[in-house]
């Protein structure tokens, strides 16, 4: 199991009890106590998310912000640290990147409604929201290309297992039964932001270093019957038997990971989709550590930049990103699936029009999958709302574009997003569509609560309160204008104060035209004016002091409308932009085969693995970049079968040949092939594998006490004790990192094993050329080597695999290049000829003088070319410079030496 170490706030905080607190202080300690003791509490004052106490220092230490105090509780200062709540999200994101979480104690009325209580009244406040790294919907907080997921561990004792798993942002629920020993490589493949486990589990498997936030949770959490109540209550069924025959394990991982979702959302149930259950074995099992060295979705050092994602994503949707990116994460292993996937995007390759005209639209498409859930979860805007719509309306144009003739029939994959992008099919969906962009304003505000996001012409009722609120100036000047023009007095004013509010005001000579009229009422007599009102100005004044408040309900109605609308129609919504996705990503992978040369590979049952050209795609990009910019294109052959090629396979050859991106290359086509992508190759023939591994370069694992050696000796043996004769396995230099005879030992004991026990497809990549004997030894072994010549006393990489076995190493000439010193590289030489010409390399090792170099072998310096040039000096005949020249001269020959 591979789990981060400690969360940075402790679950046993102590805060102090309200005794003798401020009233405010009071509600803040209640609010603590009702939050988990390891989040923080973001309390809301006005216009700042205050924190106080431990939260205050714990926070102002992540963010490296000011700690200050406020008054004192119980004789102790208060420490206290706060963050705008217009800038919050950006103090979130960080607080949430560094495995935090936050509960947010929101106001819950206005002050004006709490003072009216009292002068000592304080503002009614709840906890809202509990957000953690695995329960994230915002825009501002989530990588728009990357799912984040939060995954529930369940382990019964009966021995039985399950993981399942969610994404809030897009609704994904799905759970796999699975045991023990899968579940490293399916955490691996899900890379779930937050893990919940229960915690009599989290304290042995805290250090596995993974980088994700885990949560340990009570035993009584993973209860199985409270789990089927909690997705019963979830679902509204009384039966959960229409979705699927879950095992104990798989409903008390679903039940978990519902019960800690509505403790995030205090209390309001999440929105997700129907749980699916996913059968273990119907992806490809990658471990970890293969996972970490082939760079699949990122690189060792964290970023997106320089995997095997990054090079052949050619998407231009977030959705579009995220699926390929699951596709590479979680491989298939049922052929006809895999040709599903090959068809939608080979169809793309063959109609470049259409792939272009595709992609375009796609890009107007947004990202409809979160823009729904956050609508769903009430955290959505107007924006998403028109978003949503205008992803909608994309999608019926797609549709209409895919439907012509020429591309019929299409395949499976595309006519099933074609019927789900239809609008045509879906007449309700239509309506809502068509409501939406007629209700919403083009450039729509963020929030539904800054109001004036519903278009002119929608409500007659709205129009005329906006119409009150925003032209009130113009409304009074012509009521004005119309007393004026009645009464016949042409200086009448309508004015306004604070004290009578609108007024009529004339002078007290013209008094009493308005005094004898009984319209006017009069309110009010000056040294030289007189006042009046009339029941039509207290009407008018009514209105317009409340058509902003209006004018705002009557939108909010509008928008909780169409939003619950949308919520009916949720689940149509979600297969449409899971259509959008499919589209992005058949284009985007036939923009990278068309751009790469990558072709389809041949899918198959058996054990193959024949291709032909084959080259690295990362590598390749980069290279691409430089002024060389060519990649030496490569063949591999094994046979599980051990009928057409070996199984396994011996490859040696020069450092820096090329050995460890051959292997790493052959890997990624595996990996592209049963995610159903193309390759890059010139031909492949692929038998799907059951699990992939590979031991491929070196690292040691100081925190949990382990070498470099140990730590390959463990992968090496994770490897050894499951790989299946389904299984592609990839190996480097295996038993480097000890004695020589020990390492040589281990190495020919593995090829052995891998090759009759095991007896799974592998490429073996050693320096120990004894090995290379294994070819003639056993039956399904084969010898291949990665080809250098020598060229005017200058080695050549070819980069080119062949038959056969290398001759040697010609590591002397590696360290030269690398800038080891000219005596060490001499007196390696030396050495290596003496073994070299001796049959027993202890006897040839016996009278090697050590530390001591013999002056006919000194390779340090070489004083001839010294001497010859001073005795061709004349030294009489020097002039000063000349001396200083010859100096300089002699001593650049020393150093170049």
Same mark, same amino acid.
């Given at each position: ?141 989530? &990588? ?22 969610? &994404? ?104 997700? +989709? /129907? ?20 760079? /699949? ?12 994602? &990054? ?52 890009? $107007? ?23 949503? %719509? ?72 709205? &129009? ?46 013209? %008094? ?10 009069? +309110? ?142 052959? $890997? ?17 023939? /692929? ?7 590979? @031991? ?7 925190? @949990? ?53 095991? $007896? ?64 060490? /590289? ?7 000829? +003496? ?19 013999? $002056? ?42």
């Amino acid at each position: 199991m591979i789990v981060q170490s400690a969360p940075p706030l402790s679950t046993d905080r102590q805060f102090p009890t309200p005794d003798g607190a401020t009233p405010m202080m009071v509600q803040f300690l209640n609010l603590r106590a009702e939050t988990p003791a390891d989040a923080l509490l973001f309390y809301r004052m006005g216009d700042f998310y205050e924190l106080f106490f431990d939260d205050a220092v714990q926070a102002a230490a992540a963010l490296d912000i000011t700690l200050t105090k406020r008054g004192e509780h119980q004789g102790q200062p208060i420490p206290m640290c706060g963050v705008p709540v217009a800038a919050s999200d950006a103090y979130l994101s960080r607080l949430i990147k560094a495995g935090y979480k936050v509960a947010v104690g929101e106001q819950m009325e206005d002050p004006k409604t709490a003072k009216a209580r009292g002068s000592k009244a304080v503002v009614r406040r709840d906890v809202t929201r509990i957000i953690t790294p695995g329960t994230l919907t915002e825009d501002a907080l989530l &990588d728009p290309r990357r799912s984040n997921r939060i995954a529930a561990l369940a382990h019964l004792a009966s021995g039985d297992a399950a993981l399942a798993w969610a &994404d809030v942002s897009t609704g994904e629920f799905k759970v796999m039964a699975l045991t023990a020993q899968q579940s490293d490589a399916e955490l691996a493949a899900l890379n779930p932001a937050e893990l919940l486990i229960e915690e009599s589990r989290y304290e042995l498997e805290r250090h596995g270093g993974s980088g994700r936030t885990v949560t340990p949770l009570p035993r009584a959490k993973f209860d199985t019957g409270s789990a089927e109540r909690q997705l019963k209550q979830q679902f509204s069924v009384q039966t959960l038997d229409g979705f699927g025959d879950f095992n104990r394990a798989e409903l008390s991982a679903l039940g978990t990971l519902l019960d800690y979702l509505a403790l995030s959302q205090a209390g309001a149930p999440a929105k997700l +989709r /129907i749980p699916q259950q996913v059968q273990a074995g119907s992806v490809l099992a990658i471990d970890p550590a293969t996972r970490a060295s082939l760079e /699949i979705e990122r690189t060792q050092a964290g970023a997106r930049s320089g995997s095997l994602l &990054d090079a052949i994503d050619r998407t231009v949707t977030a959705p579009g990103a995220r699926r390929l990116n699951e596709y590479l994460a979680r491989p298939l292993t049922d052929p006809i699936a895999i040709s599903a996937r090959q068809d939608a995007y080979q169809l793309f390759e063959t109609a470049s029009t259409v792939r272009e005209d595709v992609r375009q639209r796609l890009k $107007a498409a947004g990202d409809p999958e979160r823009a729904l859930t956050r609508l769903l979860l009430g955290r959505g805007g107007p924006r998403d709302m028109k978003a949503l %719509a205008a992803a909608l309306q994309e999608g019926e144009a797609l549709a209409g574009l895919l439907s012509q003739a020429s591309l019929a029939p299409l395949p499976a994959r595309l006519e099933s997003a074609v019927a789900a992008l239809s609008l045509s099919s879906l007449p309700e969906l239509a309506r809502l569509v068509s409501d939406i962009e007629r209700a919403i304003q083009d450039e729509p505000p963020l929030l539904a609560r800054d109001g004036g996001f519903v278009a002119e012409g929608w409500m007659a009722e709205l &129009d005329e309160a906006r119409k009150l609120r925003d032209e009130s100036r113009r409304i009074i000047a012509g009521l004005q204008e119309s007393y004026a023009q009645k009464t016949e007095v042409s200086a009448l004013k309508i004015k306004h104060n604070n004290v009578l509010g609108y007024f009529i005001e004339v002078t007290s000579k013209n %008094a009493d035209a308005l005094m004898n009229s009984e319209e006017f009422t009069h +309110r009010q007599t000056m040294a030289n004016a007189v006042r009046f009102k009339t029941l039509e100005l207290a009407d008018l004044e009514a209105q317009i002091a409340s058509a902003a408040g209006r004018s705002l309900a009557m939108e909010l109605d509008v928008f909780n409308g169409l939003r619950d609308r949308i919520e009916a129609m949720a689940d149509p919504v979600r297969a449409a932009g899971e259509a959008l996705s499919e589209l992005d990503v058949s284009a985007g992978l036939a923009e990278w085969a068309v751009e790469s040369g990558a072709v389809r590979p041949e899918i198959s049952a058996d054990t193959r693995f024949i291709v032909e050209g084959g080259r690295h795609p990362v590598v390749e990009q980069a290279l691409a970049k430089t002024a060389d910019g060519r990649f030496t294109p490569n063949d591999c052959q094994l046979d599980g079968n051990g009928q057409a090629a070996p199984r396994l396979m011996l490859v040696t050859g020069p450092n820096m040949a090329g050995k460890s991106t051959y292997l790493r290359q052959n $890997a990624l086509i595996l990996i592209l092939a049963q995610a159903g992508c193309p390759v890059p190759a010139r031909t492949a023939q /692929i038998g799907i594998a059951d699990r992939l591994y590979s @031991r491929v370069g070196a690292a040691d694992d100081l925190a @949990r006490g382990r070498s470099t050696f140990m730590a390959e000796m463990i992968e090496t043996a994770a490897i050894l004790n499951q790989a299946t004769a389904r299984s592609f396995v990839i190996l480097d230099e295996i038993g480097r990192g000890t004695a020589t005879f020990d390492g040589l030992s281990i190495a020919w004991a593995t090829a052995e094993h891998l090759h009759g026990l095991n $007896a799974c497809r592998a490429l073996f990549a050693t320096h120990y050329h004894e090995m290379t004997r294994l070819a003639a030894e056993l039956d399904h072994a084969g010898n291949c080597s990665l080809k250098a010549k020598e060229w005017q006393g200058e080695l050549v990489f070819l980069h080119q695999v062949g038959p056969g076995a290398a001759d040697k190493s010609y590591g002397i000439e590696v360290a030269r290049r690398a800038g080891l010193p000219k005596g060490v /590289i001499g007196r390696a030489q030396t050495i290596l000829d +003496r073994l070299e010409s001796d049959d027993a390399p202890a006897a040839a090792l016996s009278d090697l003088p050590l530390f001591a170099l013999d $002056a006919a072998e000194d390779p340090v310096i070489s004083p001839s070319e010294v001497e010859e040039r001073l005795k061709s000096v004349d030294v009489d005949g020097l002039t000063p410079r000349d001396a200083l020249e010859l100096v300089y001269s002699l001593k650049g020959m020393l150093i170049s030496e």
